[in-house]
C-alpha cells in the first residue's frame, strides 16, 4: 500500500552495509591493536543491526533472537580481548 | 504480513527513524575511519552504538507491535543489554591502549 517503509528499509540497509565496510578498512589496516578491536567492535554493532533490518523489512520476528546472540557474542569477545591486551591473559587464575 | 501492511502511523515514525540510525551509524563509521589518533577514533562509533541502535530498535517495536496488533516490546532486552555492555569494553579499551601507549 504504502511504500514509504520499504523505501526507509533499503536506505538504512545501505548505511549500514558502508558502515560495516569503513569498519572493515579500519579493521584491515589499524596500526595497533586495540585498533583492530574497536573495528571489530563497530563491526559486530553494525552486523547486529543489519540483522534487524532484515527482520523489519521482512516482517518476521525471528530475527530479533539471532541479533541477541549478536549482541551478545560481540560483547564477549571484544571484552576478551580487551581484557587480552589489559592483562596478558583473558581467565587469570 | 508484510512491511506494505503497516498502517501510515506506524510507517510514517519508523521510516524516520529508520533514516536518523542509518545516517548516525554511517556517520560513527565514517568518524572511526578518518580520525587520526585512537583516542579521537574510540569516540566516534559510540554514537553508531547508542543512538543508532536506539533509533532502529524504537523502529523495529513500532513495526512489529503495529504488525501484530498488540504491544510487542521486546527489542527492550537489545536496547538495555547494548546500553550495559558498550561503556564496559569501551572503558577496557581505553586502559589497555593507555597501558600501551605508555610502555
Known sequence: MNALLPLAVNFALACFALSMLCALIRLLRGPAAQDRILALDTLYINGMLTILMLGIGLGSALYFDIALLIALFGFVGSTAMAKFLLRGEVIEP | ?103
Open chain 2, 1 to 103: 504480513m508484510t512491511t506494505a501492511d503497516v498502517p501510515l502511523w506506524a510507517a510514517l515514525p519508523a521510516a524516520l527513524l529508520l533514516v536518523c540510525g542509518g545516517l548516525l551509524t554511517l556517520v560513527g563509521s565514517l568518524g572511526l575511519l578518518r580520525l587520526d589518533s585512537f583516542f579521537a577514533r574510540i569516540h566516534a562509533p559510540t554514537m553508531g552504538g547508542t543512538l543508532g541502535a536506539g533509533c532502529v530498535l524504537v523502529a523495529s517495536m513500532l513495526v512489529s507491535s503495529a504488525l501484530a496488533q498488540r504491544l510487542v516490546i521486546h527489542e527492550l532486552l537489545i536496547t538495555l543489554f547494548v546500553l550495559i555492555t558498550a561503556p564496559v569494553t569501551t572503558m577496557m579499551l581505553m586502559r589497555a591502549a593507555i597501558r600501551r601507549s605508555r610502555e
